[in-house]
């Protein structure tokens, strides 16, 4: 080889076989999306893992809604449709390492402009956030409250492997998830835990991810700044926690489109919903 000549190589994760899966069922509200064809990427992944049935094909059932608790399941709903439609979930955001002799390290970046992802992660928290009215924690109580009352325990199943994903995504990453069970499926080396995982980890759970970034500088400036400090001292570790968080915060989001599907049946054909919530324009992306 000549001097001074390079070799350029390209790997993908071993989760890239994912996409070649087919989906379950289509991505919820993709009809309001600016770029579609990204929500399958997310949802191969979430159905692989957690085989979700179509929030579609969710059972009607008889109940007298509270208006206090219908006004409560239509705000999510109509938040979810302005989620839908945010620019984020069509950006293309990445962060790019170039090694050069296997010893210095090059980091560039190309995000989404700061009130973009600000303006997304607001939009989030509002259905993350457990303290916020209507954050998915407190319309799945509400509906798994009338489904129990109505004695409908097939949804009411359902419901609960709702609020079981939601949980563990909250705790470890959906790209963790996805190799952990390509190991299980024999598509992928392990062991999938331990010291000795070939699984690849992010610099943190989702939810601290998202606590750091959120309430450490971006949409305040509060008592997790110390941890996002910690999270970006370090260039590497902080362009992974860049696009780990901004994966979280995409995973979250086509989570809670397909849970306020479900939420549209469980209410009706008709449930007289406002359009889409006035904010701020935000800008997913990633696949």
Not at 219 to 239: C, Q, T
Request: aromatic share 8%; net charge negative; proline share 7%.
């Amino acid at each position: 080889m000549a001097e001074g000549a390079y070799i350029r190589l390209e790997a993908v994760a071993f989760s890239a076989l994912i996409q070649d899966r087919a989906l379950d069922w289509e991505p919820p509200m993709a009809d309001l999306m600016q770029k579609p064809e990204n929500a399958g990427f997310v949802w191969r992944r979430l159905q692989y893992v957690f085989r979700l049935p179509d929030p579609r094909q969710f059972q009607k059932f008889d109940t007298s809604w509270e208006p206090a608790e219908r006004e409560l399941l239509t705000r999510f709903v109509a938040h979810a449709r302005s989620l839908a439609s945010a620019s984020l979930l069509g950006a293309g955001d990445n962060v790019r390492l170039s090694f050069e002799d296997f010893t210095n390290v090059s980091i560039t970046s190309d995000l989404s402009p700061p009130d973009v992802t600000t303006g997304f992660l607001a939009m989030l928290r509002q259905c993350y956030a457990d303290g916020e009215e209507a954050a998915f924690s407190k319309v799945r109580k509400v509906l798994s409250k009338r489904l129990a009352e109505a004695g409908v325990t097939e949804a009411l199943d359902v419901v609960n492997q709702w609020r079981k994903a939601h949980a563990k995504l909250r705790n470890k990453s959906l790209e963790e998830q996805v190799q952990e069970r390509m190991i299980e499926d024999g598509l992928m080396p392990g062991p999938a835990h331990g010291p000795d995982s070939n699984v690849v980890r992010d610099p943190s759970t989702p939810h601290k991810l998202l606590l750091a970034f959120q309430y450490g500088g971006l949409i305040h400036w509060g008592k997790h700044r110390s941890a996002l400090s910690a999270l970006r001292n370090e260039p590497f570790i902080a362009g992974m926690s860049e696009m780990a968080m901004r994966a979280a915060a995409l995973d979250f989001a086509h989570f809670y489109l397909g849970f306020a599907v479900l939420l549209e049946h469980a209410l009706g054909a008709s449930p007289q919903l406002p359009g889409p919530t006035s904010g701020p324009p935000a800008s997913p992306g990633l696949p």
